[in-house]
């Protein structure tokens, strides 16, 4: 291997130190101590290489590596530095290593390529102090205002702009945090996989080909509450039992349909809420994800001509709100092909798969051709303390990071 792991793994620790709750999983919020911290650690490792450090008006961190043309546009590695609340060390912080290591291979090894190389920290993915996720890559693709950051608040009231400006940033340039797409050749992005595909087929590398969609919808059925001893059973407008009959379609609905699609009924609430009323009130959300719209429209469909009938059965009244629509989002056709080829040269196992989180990744990729790795998550577990890749894994995805930019960048 040319990458170091004995860096990595004291990457992954050094950074597992800027943490709000120290035996309570990793909490490292934007704009906070503990993301000056990492901050600084992560400029450091970079100002050790002498490239071009510096951070756009959004906060997130860059530190770009000249090509033989530096007119050229940059190949661009990285991942995020923010964590969930009690989350783990990996989620973010293992494609940050992935690059930092990167751009020190590159370096000790003389390595010159024809494309600039470029590091990138995003701040703010996991949107867990404001509320607003993706927000490093968001900003790159030109999709935030200054209105947003003056709208968007943590939970002490304080907004985005004010915590970038006490940062000693400038929230009124935000929008000098556009990329030109022009300028950006390719973004590759590692993640760990944050589920259980890879370690239960044991495999190194996870090729993610697709980014899901996504529909989120709420569906409020209104009925009539009346007393659960006087009301006989045909005479009741029963939102709850009326809700049941569509629910328990949702599984077969999304297994029919195939090619991976999920949904989940992840919210229910019923009103008035007491064991001797007849419901009067069901609220419940449904959230669909697939690589493939059709199938997303085939579940959402049948959903929604089976809330019809059992509506019209019960005589409840049935209301749809839009939450969220995200079309599925294909990875560069080009940089799947290289990351094959390298794993393959490495030895390396590998499967492609869906990614069912959205990563920034899948904002870059409104801007640029993109690609990414995932690697094996310890039980499938993430944004929890438990959160684990062995560093063995992790060196196996930057090794594949680190080939595939010599071959994007054109090493000389
Ligand atoms: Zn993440």
């Not at 009323?277 to 959903?303: A, L, Q, Y």
Request: aromatic share 6%; glycine share 10%; net charge negative.
């Amino acid at each position: 291997m040319k990458t170091n792991l004995d860096r990595i793994k004291r990457d992954i620790e050094e950074l597992s130190k800027f943490n709000a709750t120290p035996g309570q999983g990793l909490t490292r919020f934007s704009l906070t101590a503990e993301d000056k911290g990492a901050r600084e650690y992560i400029r450091n490792e970079l100002l050790k290489l002498c490239l071009n450090v510096y951070e756009d008006p959004a906060g997130s961190i860059f530190g770009r590596r000249s090509g033989s043309d530096d007119n050229l546009p940059v190949i661009m590695i990285g991942s995020h530095f923010d964590s969930v609340k009690n989350g783990g060390n990996f989620d973010g912080p293992a494609g940050i290593v992935m690059a930092l290591e990167i751009m020190r291979c590159l370096e000790e090894n003389n390595v010159k390529t024809k494309y600039p190389i470029e590091f990138v920290g995003m701040i703010e993915e996991e949107g867990g102090r404001f509320g607003s996720g993706v927000f490093g890559s968001r900003a790159m693709a030109g999709a935030v205002s200054i209105d947003q950051l003056h709208s968007n608040k943590d939970e002490a009231s304080i907004s985005m702009a004010k915590a970038l400006r006490d940062f000693g940033f400038n929230p009124e340039a935000i929008g000098n945090a556009k990329r030109n797409p022009k300028d950006i050749k390719a973004f590759i992005e590692l993640h760990i996989e944050q589920g259980p595909i890879l370690e239960s087929n044991n495999k190194d590398i996870g090729i993610v080909d697709f980014i899901v969609g996504i529909n989120e919808f709420k569906v409020i059925l209104k009925g009539r509450p009346d007393h659960a001893g006087t009301t006989p059973m045909h005479m009741r407008s029963d939102a709850l039992s009326t809700a049941s009959k569509v629910i328990c379609k949702i599984d077969n609905y999304a297994k029919d349909t195939g090619e991976g699609t999920v949904a989940t009924v992840g919210i229910l609430n019923i009103k008035p809420g007491a064991a001797n009323i007849v419901p009067g009130e069901v609220v419940f959300t449904v959230d669909i994800r697939s690589k493939n719209s059709d199938c997303i429209n085939e579940v959402k469909n049948n959903i929604v001509e089976a809330l019809n009938t059992e509506t019209v059965a019960s005589g409840v009244e049935v209301e749809i709100i839009e939450m969220l629509d995200v079309s599925p989002v294909k990875m560069s056709e080009e940089i799947i092909k290289s990351l094959e080829e390298n794993s393959q040269t490495s030895g390396f196992s590998y499967i492609k798969m869906l990614s069912g989180a959205g990563h920034d990744a899948m904002i870059m990729s409104t801007i640029t051709d993109v690609g990414l790795v995932f690697v094996p998550s310890k039980d499938g577990r993430s944004h929890c303390p438990e959160e684990w890749t062995d560093y063995e894994d992790l060196q196996r995805g930057i090794e594949l990071i680190y080939n595939t930019v010599l071959d994007k960048g054109e090493a000389l």
